[in-house]
């Protein structure tokens, strides 16, 4: 048996993807030290983990979100490396550089890659140069004069972005001239909050889109490989709800269109570690734009792993410790169909309000072709200073039509007391003849499915 890339990793997150972090570490044998805040002491993860160790208060400014607390806690338990997970300080180039400096392996891409693709307008430009279509959008802008002229040329609606955006911050539409001033100093704003970075830029809006990703993995010995892709079209203010593998809506001729240019834009930035690049399909005209690149592991990164049967976080590990991916491009199979529905503590029925508060039950579905990962156990203290995710229910079939029939059952099956969940919403959402017939689009929920759910509410 091949020796542990890492004798011991500090997982520098929580919940769930912490979690899913301790599993991939124990399954090649590595110790894995996990990072807490004050309000996570208590933690599955805690649980699970080798050792835990508090790095500060509960607000993710004063524990999740300092690298120097991280990089402590590593050094003072003797890790090799740190798996960031997603969101926190995953995507910040300064903190892969400041690991590289004391010593720590950063799991993840470059600093440089970070840099290059977190910047939306540097990655627009580099997808340029390596030949991947762009939605037609500006550079930089100054001021409202500059999206004026933008919207002139290529006519309402626009969408204004942050350049250095994520997670649908920093982003508006705008269908009209008078409203062009506003949203801009409403997006800086929320992007100065966000990112400490106001810069913003311009596209033209796509109305009825459908946001297809590729999952690439890449080395540092020189190989990029694809693994398909994941449709994540059903949102809600940008914020995905319900992923699945492969898309419903793509032959086979885009999807191989949409991977070898995946592969390209990696290749153009030397990309070593997992990432997705994400796609715009446009519905009406069956163009497809690049849209960015996520420089870390996805949230829903696990229909991949249903349908090829690879295990990303592990090959995340292996890569950073300087190893080959375990595999080629030739040797990915697609098997099936799978979907996955994220849990949150949300009252759909209240404008997906947050509930955070203490778990009375959780029974998690089981049986064949389903997966959870989750954080969660009955008496939980939900705390309020992150974001509600719960859970994300997983389930694979032999095509689409059984994964979403083992969807329903594991939905039904969930048993959840104490704080209310997304899970009814998910329900609806199956069974609505839009969504089985894969005419979804990134709004149909707020234009479409929540008005019709919230007329039909009301007339009871």
């Known amino acids: 048996m091949p020796s542990p890339p890492f004798t011991r990793i500090l997982v520098a997150n929580r919940g769930e993807i912490a979690v899913r972090v301790i599993r991939a570490c124990e ?11 004050a309000a996570d002491r208590d933690s599955l993860a805690a649980r699970l983990a080798t050792r835990a160790v508090c790095i500060g208060p509960a607000p993710a400014a004063q524990s999740y979100l300092r690298p120097e607390l991280l990089i402590t806690a590593a050094q003072g338990t003797q890790c090799q490396a740190i798996h960031p997970g997603y969101g926190f300080l995953s995507e910040r180039a300064q903190f892969s550089r400041l690991c590289a400096k004391e010593g720590l392996t950063f799991i993840g891409p ?3 890659a970070i840099e290059a693709m977190g910047d939306k307008l540097s990655a627009v430009q580099l997808a340029e140069q390596a030949g991947v279509p762009r939605v037609p959008g500006s550079g930089r802008i100054e001021d409202a004069a500059d999206a004026r002229d933008f919207a002139q040329r290529h006519g309402f609606p626009i969408l204004i972005k942050a350049s250095a955006g994520g997670g649908g911050r920093g982003m508006r539409i705008v269908r009209r001239e008078a409203d062009i001033a506003h949203e801009i100093d409403a997006a800086a704003a929320e992007a100065k909050a966000a990112f ?5 830029y311009v596209e033209k809006f796509v109305e009825r889109a459908r946001h297809i990703e590729i999952q ?3 080395d540092s010995h020189g190989n990029v490989v694809h693994l398909g892709e994941r449709d994540c079209s059903t949102q809600r203010r940008h914020q995905k709800l319900i992923e699945e593998a492969p898309s419903p809506a793509i032959d086979a001729k885009l999807r191989e269109e949409l991977a ?8 153009r930035v030397n990309y070593v570690g997992a990432g997705t690049v994400e796609f715009v399909f446009d519905a009406d005209t069956s163009r497809w734009y690049f849209l960015e690149m996520n420089t870390r592991i996805q949230v829903e990164h696990p229909v991949t792993e249903m349908i090829t049967g690879r295990d990303l976080v592990v090959e995340q590990i292996r890569v950073a410790a300087g190893e080959p991916i375990s595999f080629k491009q030739s040797e990915v199979r697609f098997t ?3 979907i996955e529905c994220r849990i949150n503590a949300e009252d759909a029925t209240q404008n997906f309000a947050p509930r955070p508060g203490r778990l009375q039950t959780w029974t998690a ?3 064949e072709g389903i997966r959870v990962d989750t954080h969660c156990f009955s008496g939980y203290l939900i705390p309020p200073y992150y974001d509600s995710l719960l859970a994300k229910v997983i389930t694979h079939g032999a095509d689409r039509q059984q994964a979403l029939q083992r969807m329903s059952a594991a939905l039904a099956d969930l048993n959840v007391t104490g704080v209310p969940t997304t899970a009814p919403f998910h329900q609806q959402v199956l069974v609505h003849d839009d969504f089985r017939s894969a005419k979804v689009t990134t709004r149909w929920v707020e234009e479409t499915f929540l008005p019709a759910a919230n007329a039909e509410r009301l007339a009871t």
């Open 27 to 37: 399954s090649l044998g590595i110790e894995s030290v996990v990072a807490v805040s």
């Open 110 to 112: 470059s600093p440089e």
């Open 196 to 200: 400490g970075d106001p810069s913003l």
């Open 216 to 218: 690439v993995l890449g």
């Open 260 to 267: 070898g240019a995946a592969v390209r834009l990696a290749r």
């Open 336 to 338: 099936g169909h799978a």
């Open 365 to 367: 579905p089981d049986g």
